[in-house]
């Protein structure tokens, strides 16, 4: 879970909230979409997860 966070806090750093979608995310994660939703719930809640490191 900590490098999954650690590849999200890259890419919105990199670019930034609203640039990075769940393709990225995914792609970047190496998961399906229901993978990600499972793990994490959404994009929101995985940034939040981000900050509140």
Known sequence: METALD???RLFH???YEAVG???LTD????KPPSFYKAFGSK???FEQVIER
């Open 14 to 16: 990199a670019s930034s």
């Open 7 to 9: 590849m999200g806090q």
């Open 44 to 46: 929101p809640e995985l």
């Open 22 to 24: 769940l393709a990225a």
């Open 28 to 31: 970047t994660l190496g998961v």
